[in-house]
């Protein structure tokens, strides 16, 4: 039974006044809809990104850094070309090899008796023998530098070796565009981390066309020594660099559009329809 109460008052609650616990059930139905479906975390400027797009955003993030990590090891190395002479060029015993990068360039002796001996040529770089590798002297003292009696352009060697830089350039700036896009949750930041990997991509393959370009005008430079020449495994990271920066910026391009190509291709249709 309820206890008499003061009048306008109906079981010792007053009439106009909430009922008990009804704050505690406005909350729970207002916060009933992150129950079961994904919490959107909203900054000061009112933009939020949701724990989805965060995850998406996260991944296309880990595929850029691969191509971010392919593109420092291949620059970093000086396997980009192997260069090498009949391997009974010189004499019957030894041979000689060379192997060049971006930056530097290493001749390696052979013996002829661990080559294959169906290789007509000197090599492959990776065979022990004796190496002297130098940096080449158009980076300091702007010289060329001589090798089988051919001469290097380095017109074209620093231009690749620039292109190579600018793209690294490139990829610390989308790098910050994206952690800035995380910690600020703004997506916003990711329009220019998209361009900056898309065009990081396209200046590291457009590198080893100019490279290669650059060693074709050197074996042109000089016939007196024949050189057989083929792009070596820095090469082949450096593609696959450049692949996966350009696939990694259009994830990013898709991530910061408004509405998915996907919902606007094939939009949502209801029930009743």
């Not at 995850?55 to 190395?77: D, H, M």
Request: glycine share 12%.
């Amino acid at each position: 039974m309820a206890a008499p109460g003061p009048a306008g008052t109906v079981g010792g609650v007053a009439g106009g006044g909430p009922a008990p616990g009804a704050g505690g059930l406005a909350s729970l139905m207002g916060g009933r809809s992150t129950f079961g479906g994904k919490r959107r975390r909203t900054t000061s400027t009112g933009h939020g990104i949701s724990e989805a797009q965060e995850g998406k955003i996260k991944l296309a993030f880990f595929v850029a850094i691969v191509g971010v990590v392919l593109t420092v090891l291949g620059v970093g190395t000086e396997f980009w070309v192997e260069l090498s002479p009949s391997k009974s060029f010189y004499n019957n015993q030894t041979c000689l090899t060379a192997h060049l990068g971006l930056w530097k360039g290493c001749t390696k002796t052979l013996w002829v008796a661990d080559i294959d001996p169906e290789r007509e040529s000197c090599g492959p770089a990776e065979l022990p023998g004796e190496s002297n590798c130098t940096y080449f002297k158009f980076f300091t003292t702007g010289e060329n530098t001589v090798m089988f009696q051919k001469t290097t352009q380095k017109n074209l060697n620093v231009a690749a070796a620039m292109l190579s830089l600018f793209s690294l350039f490139l990829m610390v700036m989308g790098t910050i565009c994206i952690s800035m896009a995380l910690s600020k949750e703004i997506l916003f930041f990711l329009k220019p981390a998209s361009i900056c990997f898309i065009l990081s991509g396209v200046l590291v393959l457009l590198a080893i066309v100019v490279f290669h370009q650059s060693i074709l005008a050197f074996l042109a430079s000089d016939h007196s020594v024949p050189l057989h020449h083929e792009l070596s495994w820095s090469v082949s990271c450096i593609g696959c660099a450049g692949a996966i920066l350009i696939v990694g910026g259009v994830f990013f391009l898709l991530l910061a559009l408004p509405c998915s190509p996907w919902q606007r291709c094939f939009p949502h249709k209801d029930n009743a329809s």
